[in-house]
């Protein structure tokens, strides 16, 4: 037997495996890490990407608004805020004209002690920080409606500074692509109908997991977000560990497209067989913060278990669905079937997690390891198990004694490219 250990909230699950029965480990490339992150945030901003450098699009008496992501997606901001801070300093751009404003979507608000955390404390001292609460209209002004019909509207806080700078790090997303450059703005800091109208897209078959070209709700973004464009990006590519492989800066657009790529790179996996069972962790907090978030790994493990096979979940959840909406669409619509019905017929944000959920249980059994009430876990489908063990122990009694097994250590990051997407 084979110890293995898999991240889970904010340590780790331990179990035994024998290894003869492991069919393959699924996990992110190795990539050296930056030496020196400080500095390359100072080359990427300094030399950037189809833009002027940073210091040349701010002009002394203009005033900046920094999109920063909320603590569901690492981008280890307290890194390169302090950096952006000074290097606008330099510019002859003071502090009192620089605000922080961070890219919620329809996430909670964060507390200011959750603030401060992720700009670091000084930069937290140094400039205001808010949030926004994508369902006041009040907070919003709005410039127009797509060619895909979504109204777009983007907080005040936002559109009223002179200039936009879009931060963050960059991953795959299950129906926009990949995460980063305009999501900052388009879901970030949305309203909530013009999240609700871009989301509804999801259905298209071009709506998958590394597509951006001919992918709807990609483009809608991007057209929505040229609307009120921002003037500079600044995203990274962190490993499983959160240390930095690369700094990308520049056009918002086009900086995110070469980072895009290196993502595929760094995240892509090739599965050599499906496998009767995947153990999965989402690689800990905050990927397993709650299932509104693990949804992601659920995307990975699917396209690695066959048929009527099983996936262990390892997903802390300590906050639980993420959702109130996505619980009360589980309680009404009991099945997988039911819940898209029901999504079709009325797109809601929170409701599409359901189907997001739901959709991969028709491919195979998902036990969940998490510190919910197993009856929640019932209520969202899934079948909860109360240690690594007995949900092992459940695995083996349906598929008998030598399951072959893929394990995936790093679920939230892990994307099996050659794998077809789920819709």
């Known amino acids: ?3 293995y250990r898999f991240r889970y909230g904010s340590g780790e699950v331990a179990f035994s495996l024998d290894p003869a029965l492991v069919l393959d480990e699924l996990a992110i490339k190795r990539f050296p890490e930056i030496p020196d992150p400080a500095s390359a945030i100072r080359e990427a901003i300094r030399n950037p990407i189809d833009s002027p450098p940073l210091r040349q699009i701010v002009r002394p008496g203009q005033t900046v608004a920094f999109i920063v992501n909320d ?13 952006l801070l000074d290097e606008l300093n330099a510019a002859g ?9 961070f890219s ?19 930069v937290a001292a140094r400039v205001p920080m808010y949030n926004t609460d994508c369902y006041d209209e009040t907070q919003f002004r709005f410039f127009g409606t797509t060619s895909r019909g979504t109204k777009v509207g983007f907080n005040r806080l936002v559109t009223e500074a002179d200039h936009i700078i879009c931060t963050g790090s960059i991953v795959h997303h299950f129906f926009a692509g990949f995460g980063g450059g305009r999501k900052a703005m388009l879901p970030g800091v949305a309203a909530y109908e013009t999240i609700r109208h871009n989301h509804s897209m999801m259905f298209d078959p ?3 997991i590394g597509r951006l070209d001919g992918n709807p709700v990609y483009l809608d973004q991007i057209e929505g977000v040229e609307m009120c464009r921002p003037s500079f990006l600044l995203n990274v590519v962190l490993d499983d560990e959160k240390r930095f492989l ?18 595929d790179q760094v995240y892509g996996a090739q599965v050599k067989q499906e496998a009767d069972l995947v153990i999965v962790s989402c690689g800990g907090y905050p990927k397993d913060i709650n299932v509104y978030q693990m949804q ?28 109130a909406h996505y619980e009360a669409t589980m309680r009404e619509c009991r099945t997988p079937e039911r819940v898209e019905a029901s999504l079709r017929a009325k797109f809601e944000i929170g409701a599409h997690k359901a189907y997001a959920v739901t959709r991969l249980m028709k491919k195979a059994e998902f036990i969940l390891v998490s510190r919910m009430d197993p009856d929640f876990s019932r ?31 790093t679920g939230a990051l892990t994307v099996p490219l050659n794998a077809r997407p789920v819709k």
């Open 379 to 409: 209520l969202l489908l899934f079948t909860p198990a109360g240690t690594i063990e007995e949900a092992l122990a459940m695995a083996f009694k349906k598929l008998g004694p030598a399951p072959t097994i893929t394990l995936m250590p």
């Open 104 to 122: 919620l979507g329809t996430h909670r608000a964060m507390t200011e002690a959750e603030m401060a955390e992720e700009v670091g404390a000084a």
């Open 296 to 323: 992601k790994t659920m995307d990975n493990a699917w396209c690695a278990v066959r048929d009527g096979g099983v996936v262990i979940m390892l997903g802390e959840c300590r906050e639980g669905s993420g959702s």
């Open 246 to 263: 690369k700094v990308f800066a520049g056009d918002y657009i086009s900086a995110h497209r070469q980072a895009c790529a290196f993502v």
């Open 206 to 208: 071009n709506a998958v």
């Open 93 to 101: 751009i003071p502090d009192a004209s620089m605000r922080i404003v």
């Open 1 to 3: 037997m084979k110890e």
């Open 71 to 83: 603590p569901t997606r690492i981008a280890r901001s307290y890194v390169f805020m302090p950096i």
